[in-house]
């Protein structure tokens, strides 16, 4: 994945996050939850696309 790409996701789901936090009434509790597991998510997602976390979401099994 080029660098553009990443960029573009990161924008697209920023905006998204931006739109649910602005337009969607909801409690300041379940807001701070959203945002909080979109930013884990995209930071992990970020991790397997430079490499750093390589093994998640391929499990090997060693016989």
């Given at each position: 994945?080029?660098?553009f790409s990443i960029i ?47 093994g998640i979401g391929s ?5």
């Amino acid at each position: 994945m080029d660098l553009f790409s990443i960029i573009i996701v990161l924008v697209v789901a920023g905006v998204l996050l931006w739109l649910i936090n602005t337009y969607v009434p909801m409690q300041g509790t379940i807001k701070s939850l959203l945002n909080g597991v979109v930013i884990i998510v995209l930071v992990i997602w970020l991790l397997q696309v430079f490499g750093v976390l390589s093994g998640i979401g391929s499990p090997r099994i060693h016989t």
